[in-house]
């Protein structure tokens, strides 16, 4: 079956514009998760939305952040106001059940470069 | 604070040869520990997950052990291949239950 989809996979812009980001999870995972990775550094995590509950957004790095998904489908990160130190590779990963410590799938990435 | 370090150098080694990456965590009790692959360009891939009351854990010709008195985990790849090289990445529980990752060590396999 499909993996995880995230679109664009490549994005460039301006700083001070805003850009948004689209993940498609696996059909069926409840749960869905942000990160963002700097070039040569890992996994930083960001956001964390679990079926209908509240999303966790503790690891969202200002209020130029935020992120939506409806239901258990389709999650867009929106980064406003973006600056050079917002480019970096955006991954998502989908995972089927309510723990973390199930495995998670990721997609490819948007990799985001800031002019 | 909590850590969580592997290697940043490459390691480098011939093919054929068994390949040790290490994680080592501070300040952190978890409950498990996963292993994920990570090529140039493409998402982790998941590879294997040990939990705190298992000492070892194989699938084909990887091996991870998890000592929680070292707050250690080792990753081995028997007879490496240059198919094996990439940036692998540990991931641990942190206490709010999320997975923490550390920064990856690049293996390189040289045939």
């Known amino acids: 079956g499909a993996g995880v989809s995230q679109s664009p996979s490549n994005k460039v812009t301006e700083k001070g514009k805003d850009v948004e980001l689209r993940c498609d999870p696996i059909?069926?995972?409840?749960?869905l998760y942000w990160y963002r990775q700097r070039l040569g550094q890992g996994l930083e995590f960001l956001i964390y939305f679990q079926g209908n509950s509240a999303p966790d957004k503790s690891g969202l790095p200002s209020d130029r952040f935020s992120a939506e998904r409806t239901g258990e489908s389709v999650s867009t990160l929106t980064i406003q106001r973006t600056q050079q130190e917002d480019s970096a590779v955006y991954l998502c990963?989908?995972?089927?059940?309510?723990?973390?410590?199930?495995?998670?799938?990721f997609g490819d990435g948007t990799r985001l470069s800031i002019l | 604070s909590q850590k969580i370090e592997q290697n940043s150098e490459a390691l480098n080694i011939q093919e054929g040869k068994t390949a040790t990456l290490t994680c080592n965590y501070t300040n952190y009790s978890p409950a498990y520990l996963q292993w994920y692959r990570q090529d140039p360009g493409r998402g982790p891939v998941f590879l294997l997950l040990?939990?705190?009351?298992?000492k070892e854990k194989r699938k084909e010709r990887l091996k991870v052990t998890f000592d929680t008195t070292l707050k250690q985990s080792l990753f081995h790849i028997t007879a490496s291949q240059p198919a094996d090289s990439a940036t692998y990445l540990c991931a641990l529980n942190n206490a709010g239950n999320m997975l923490t990752f550390g920064g990856g060590t690049r293996l390189m396999v040289k045939p």
């Open positions: 990963a989908s995972s089927p059940g309510q723990g973390h410590n199930q495995p998670q799938h």
């Open positions: 040990i939990r705190e009351n298992e």
């Open positions: 059909s069926g995972h409840t749960a």
